[in-house]
T-cell receptor, first 114, second 114 residues
Framework: DAGVIQSPRHEVTEMGQEVTLRCKPI?????LFWYRQTMMRGLELLIY????????DSGMPEDRFSAKMPNASFSTLKIQPSEPRDSAVYFC????????????FGPGTRLTVT | SQKIEQNSEALNIQEGKTATLTCNYT??????LQWYRQDPGRGPVFLLL?????KEKRKERLKVTFDTTLKQSLFHITASQPADSATYLC?????????????FGQGTTLQVKP
């Protein structure tokens, strides 16, 4: 069974550009989480969805960040405009019904904003 | 504010020995605590969950303890192997119940030398 799929794996962009990160959760999982990992701040939860509905976006750093989940098999995290301080590894994770704690992480997208 | 602390210094041990990693937390009363493993360039992988009413939990060579009085969890790897070398993260649910809103420690890097 395929795990969580993220694309692209690496993204290099210039400051001010729009960046879109994509995630396909594990089939049958109904919760999806977006995290950001940096050396300074560690792994931080940005937003999570339950049954495609955003439940908590209190971790989203600024209005420049937005996330959508149009269906059960796809989610996007968009940064517009991007800034150098957004450089980080962004992870998507999913979990099955009733087991929010057992989260399965994707391989991550390494974003570099120059 | 809520805080999780793990030893930021790398832990170096000899193959065959027991590795013990520590996770301390403040301003929490978590219902459960989790441990994840993260290899370089990969997403975290769920290892174990221990609930507040459990003192100890085992899985193969792994053992986790949870002391809610001390606000501390210990993670043990017995008969360690070079393949156990990785960064280990502890995580707590920061919601009032089982919400999946995990907060992670910074992680401790374990290096097992042959």
């Amino acid at each position: 069974d395929a795990g969580v799929i993220q694309s692209p794996r690496h993204e290099v962009t210039e400051m001010g550009q729009e960046v879109t990160l994509r995630c396909k959760p594990i089939s049958g999982h109904n919760s999806l989480f977006w995290y950001r990992q940096t050396m300074m701040r560690g792994l931080e939860l940005l937003i999570y969805f339950n049954n495609n509905v955003p439940i908590d976006d209190s971790g989203m750093p600024e209005d420049r960040f937005s996330a959508k989940m149009p269906n059960a098999s796809f989610s996007t995290l968009k940064i517009q405009p991007s800034e150098p301080r957004d450089s980080a590894v962004y992870f998507c994770a999913s979990s099955p019904q009733g087991s929010y704690y057992e989260q399965y992480f994707g391989p991550g997208t390494r974003l570099t904003v120059t | 504010s809520q805080k999780i602390e793990q030893n930021s210094e790398a832990l170096n041990i000899q193959e065959g020995k027991t590795a013990t990693l520590t996770c301390n937390y403040t301003n929490y009363s978590p219902a459960y605590l989790q441990w994840y493993r993260q290899d370089p360039g990969r997403g975290p992988v769920f290892l174990l969950l221990i609930r507040e009413n459990e003192k100890e939990k085992r899985k193969e060579r792994l053992k986790v303890t949870f002391d809610t009085t001390l606000k501390q969890s210990l993670f043990h790897i017995t008969a360690s192997q070079p393949a156990d070398s990785a960064t280990y993260l502890c995580a707590l649910d920061r919601g009032s119940s089982n919400t999946g809103k995990l907060i992670f420690g910074q992680g401790t890097t374990l290096q097992v030398k042959p």
